[in-house]
């Protein structure tokens, strides 16, 4: 694609990452096949074509309007499209700087701007949690618009860490504190910790580490993100770089992780903390990419249940974070997870049909753009569902992902219990 910058965007580290992704598209439009957005409307401008032809407007001195910001902020982040392209463009490199430029130029509404300044501040905040507890307490008062916003407690409570003084095993890793899980699924970290505890590994949490920063990252508020790297990378390096350091940096929120993993390019142009960031980044791992190694212990653990195929069935939603921006699972290729677990003696079922479309989730979004996400989040659950005779034949249902967002965002639509796959190893160890 040709490109004519701007005077103003020539110079700028945006307009020459800009023109760099920009130039990479042959603009053949293969990309608004599997955009869930543009599946929805049927709008150009809401697929990725038309969102790259309107940030390259920008960046060659079109002015924005609110019609362009609205189309951009529809786009849910799910990377679909770069699995799709085949030319392999780094869709979400445009999008993390057109964003940015359209934002300064197009002012948004007061209620649009105090909505967006809240899930910044509070999501990332140690507030987050008793704020989330006070609205749990009083959801059922709320209207329908409002009520819906607010998960649900999780009826039990989360399985006990393992005793630290017990589990002094010589290999360790270290796990991502985190903002929203803790508060909304507890027992996500506390069966990481028991499975670990299970493989003879520790896990091990930085007290004054937090949020990775996706949220700030994802809704324009870069240097807030830059920040929140900094900061974590600060309370890691003590594991990291000691004589015995961890041997991975472990994030089980498949969102989360794929944002850590991006900390070399985010911190790229930082002197003080580039290579810091590099280094984290080779550590940093998925469960679900340590999962086969595992496997031998976990035979082993599991015994006579895993050799009889007899530990249960679920309904695995892999999140977009997972597929297409860490690429352990695939349309064409089952992911290590997938795998895995079926060695183990689970069934493990996909969707009906687009089983790596998105569900709606995308971190904020579902607050952003409700209705959009409303739909796909049932479209989805209509597809991992199964219906008549085949539900009962299958018995009890589990639903389970690999992030905490579009967890939390599938259960909203839903009775079936929605998990993340490391509770059922969890369970299936304890029992």
């Known amino acids: 694609m040709q490109t004519r910058l701007s005077p103003e965007h020539q110079a700028t580290p945006a307009g020459q990452q800009a023109q760099a992704v920009l130039r990479q598209c042959v603009h053949c439009g293969f990309c608004n096949a599997t955009c869930p957005t ?4 049927g709008n150009e401008l809401d697929g990725p074509r038309g969102r790259i032809y309107l940030m390259k407007q920008v960046f060659e001195g079109q002015a924005p309007t609110r019609t362009t910001q609205q189309h951009l902020d529809r786009c849910i982040g799910c990377r679909h499209c770069e699995s799709t392209c085949p030319s392999g463009v780094p869709y979400h490199e445009l999008l993390a700087v057109g964003q940015p430029v359209v934002d300064a130029a197009v002012a948004r509404p007061w209620r649009e701007r105090l909505l967006r300044w809240g899930l910044r501040t509070l999501m990332p905040s140690p507030l987050f949690t008793p704020a989330l507890r006070v609205g749990q307490a009083v959801r059922s008062f709320l209207p329908e618009h409002l009520r819906a916003q607010i998960p649900a407690r999780a009826p039990m409570a989360p399985p006990a860490w393992p005793d630290a003084r017990q589990s002094l095993h010589a290999r360790r890793v270290l796990m991502l504190k985190g903002c929203v899980q803790p508060g909304l699924r507890p027992h996500i970290d506390a069966a990481t910790a028991r499975v670990l505890d299970a493989l003879g590994i520790r896990a091990e949490v930085a007290a004054s580490s937090g949020c990775c920063g996706a949220v700030q990252g994802h809704m324009g508020d870069v240097e807030g993100a830059k920040v929140r790297a900094r900061r974590n990378i600060d309370a ?3 594991y990291i770089a000691s004589a015995t350091p961890v041997e991975a940096v472990l994030v089980n929120a498949s969102g989360c992780g794929a944002w850590v993993k991006d900390h070399g390019s985010l911190l790229a142009d930082d002197p003080a903390y580039a290579d810091k ?6 550590l940093v791992r998925d469960p679900g990419e340590m999962l086969p190694a ?10 006579r249940k895993a050799a ?5 069935g679920f309904t695995f939603h892999p999140p977009c974070s997972l597929s297409h921006a860490q690429r352990l699972s695939s349309a064409a290729k089952p992911g290590p997870i997938e795998t895995s677990l079926r060695e183990l003696g689970f069934e493990v079922r996909l969707a ?9 989730a995308g971190g904020a979004y579902s607050v952003l753009q409700p209705e959009m996400s409303r739909q796909l989040r049932d479209l989805k659950l209509q597809a991992l569902l199964p219906q008549g005779a085949q539900s009962e034949a299958s018995g009890p249902q589990v639903i389970a992902s690999a992030n905490i967002g579009c967890i939390t965002h599938l259960q909203s639509g839903t009775d079936t219990p929605v998990k993340h796959w490391i509770e059922l190893l969890d369970e299936a160890l304890s029992h």
Do not use: F, I, M
């Not at 543009?38 to 409307?41: D, G, H, N, V």
């Open 352 to 360: 009906r049909q687009d089983s790596h479309q998105c569900c709606g």
């Open 38 to 41: 543009y599946r929805l409307t």
């Open 236 to 238: 890691w390096w003590p």
């Open 277 to 282: 960031a590099r280094r984290l980044v080779a």
């Open 308 to 312: 009889a195929g007899s530990l249960g």
């Open 294 to 303: 595992w496997l031998p212990v976990l035979k082993r653990k599991l015994g």
